[in-house]
């Protein structure tokens, strides 16, 4: 067998004898809950070496997720990840604990009931902006009573190696992004290819209406730490996240696209 990682933009962590590098993997600060299944994971020793890989961090665990999980299991989940202020979620497991985990991670990051939440594609919208930076999908977030919560726009920045396919999500009420995810890049390894681990973060849940980057240490909200060496990665990045809050502003803002 060959140990090999792979990042298409998701960083697969292949191999025998991998475990110890999840330290290397996981934000320094990050306050952690392990979500898995059944004893096995327990009684095999897994998630004791796991806790010993993430080092000093605060780690919590969440266990008994079933196969074809339950919306009551999830809804505990998010209340505990809400009531212990983790902001990281570590799934253990297969195919049920990874999918129940997703949900989770959408509930806790939700006011209501996360069985409200609905996206709904509003249209394709063929758009450039000064920077040239397309706005080609937008999802809309509505709750049970057809309230719209949010948008998710696809912006398409142009980096060193080509297209950058970005999701920019956009809290309604706020105005502001509540997060980002790097879909897909062709950036240089080692450099802009860390536009995920680097930039995403940065992005989170800042009261700000544009977006700059700094070389020398971000001193507010609307500064964003340039990756070291990928300037014109960290570039397109903010671009995109720009474009997508301007669409927001001028089109969207107080109702849909449509």
Do not use: W
Not at 10 to 16: A, L, W
Not at 103 to 116: E, F, K, R
Not at 180 to 194: F, P, Y
């Amino acid at each position: 067998m060959f140990n090999f990682d792979f990042y298409n933009p998701t960083h697969i962590v292949f191999g025998k004898d991998r475990l110890s590098e999840l330290n290397a993997l996981v934000p320094k600060d990050a306050k952690v809950l392990i979500t898995y299944g059944g004893g096995s994971a327990v009684r095999s020793g897994l998630i004791d070496r796991i806790v010993a890989a993430l080092g000093d961090r605060k780690v919590e665990q969440f266990g008994g997720i079933e196969p074809n999980p339950s919306l009551e299991t999830c809804e505990r989940a998010v209340a505990f990840i809400k009531e212990h202020g983790v902001d990281f979620v570590l799934a253990v497991g297969g195919g049920s604990v990874v999918d129940a985990t997703k949900l989770i991670v959408m509930g806790a990051t939700y006011d209501g009931p996360v069985i409200d939440v609905d996206f709904e594609e509003v249209k394709d919208v063929k758009t450039d902006n000064s920077k040239g930076v397309e706005v080609s999908e937008i999802y809309e977030a509505k709750d049970a009573s057809g309230n719209t919560v949010g948008y998710t726009l696809k912006v398409l920045p142009s980096g060193y190696g080509g297209t950058i396919e970005l999701m920019v999500g956009i809290d309604s009420a706020k105005g502001q992004v509540s997060g980002i995810n790097v879909v897909s890049n062709s950036e240089t390894a080692g450099l802009g290819m860390r536009a995920g681990e680097v930039l995403v973060p940065q992005f989170s849940d800042k009261n700000v209406s544009r977006f700059t980057y700094t070389k020398t240490g971000a001193t507010a909200d609307s500064e964003i730490d340039a990756i070291s060496g990928a300037t014109i990665t960290t570039n397109a990045v903010v671009n995109g996240v720009n474009a997508g809050l301007a669409y927001f502003d001028k089109i969207l803002k107080g109702g849909s696209a449509q």
